[in-house]
């Protein structure tokens, strides 16, 4: 009778928690199995098909995306003003601030401003205090303060420095600024859009020939916007006493607009 032999092979160590530990037969053998199969190729930018984890071959892709910009006049503007004011109690401070805020309102009226362009933004009342004590760091409330702040839009920008002379005069001491912006975007949004279309085109045919690859068909195509428009230019100022309305300078907006597209392609 032969002696047994180990088959080492099929019966493997194992650590403490029953994972099976690689032998010296079996990784001799996997190293066999491994040299006796085919190397892959070598991956081929955007022209190489791909396989799915269940083995569908997938077809090659590219995949571009392209912005377009384009600079349009602002038609509107949103002027951010109101009144600070300050009491011995937050009522009385609250109450000042209702009768400058209530001339700011009268005055918007007698502009033209509609209803509906006059936002409010911020109100609120806050203690004020003083410093704090040298000797025991304390501090006391000394007085109240009250805060209105309203957004209005100014549709005629012609108008807009006598709005903002307007609102100073009936008494809003506090301006935050001008945002200019575009009410009717579609013109400029989308020349922007065919301008990224262009460029798309452009890119896509460059790729084509440099990687020597035929495009086939379009597989999607998505669009996302830059956010509203941006102000390129816009600058303001004050000068409430001046016998002329206040300057402005209403400058361009950059309206951009990025398309994102995938098509198959093939050698």
């Known amino acids: ?70 600079r349009a006049a602002p038609d509107m503007a949103t002027v951010s003003a109101g009144a600070v004011s300050r009491g011995a109690s937050a009522q009385e401070a609250l109450s000042a601030n209702a009768r400058l805020m209530q001339g700011v309102f009268d005055a918007l009226d007698e502009t033209g401003i509609a209803e509906r362009d006059v936002q409010t933004s911020q109100l609120s009342v806050n203690p004020v205090y003083s410093r704090p004590d040298e000797e025991t760091r304390e501090r006391r409330i000394v007085a ?64 084509a020939e440099a990687g020597d690859f035929e495009v086939e068909r379009v597989l999607s195509i998505s ?4 956010g509203g428009p941006q102000p390129m230019y816009a600058r303001m100022e004050v000068m409430a006493m001046a016998a002329a309305p206040t300057p402005t300078a209403v400058g361009e907006l950059t309206v951009s607009v990025t398309i994102n597209a995938s098509w198959e392609i093939s050698e």
């Open 223 to 226: 669009e996302s916007s830059g």
């Open 144 to 207: 109240y303060e009250a805060r209105n702040t309203v957004n209005v839009i100014v549709r005629d920008l012609d108008g807009l420095g006598e709005t903002i002379d307007a609102l100073v005069n009936a008494g809003a001491n506090e301006l935050q600024g001008v945002n200019f912006g575009l009410e009717e975007r579609t013109e400029a949004e989308d020349a922007a859009r065919l301008q990224a279309i262009e460029e798309l085109h452009r890119l896509r045919d460059l790729y």
């Open 1 to 70: 009778m032969f002696p047994p032999q180990r088959e080492r092979v099929m019966i493997a160590r194992t650590d403490g928690f029953g994972v099976a530990k690689e032998t010296p037969m079996i990784r001799a053998a996997l190293l066999a199995t491994a040299l006796a199969l085919p190397l892959p190729l070598a991956a081929t930018a955007c022209a190489q098909e791909t396989a799915s984890s269940n083995g569908e071959v997938r077809p090659a892709t590219l995949s571009l995306s392209a912005t377009g910009e384009v």
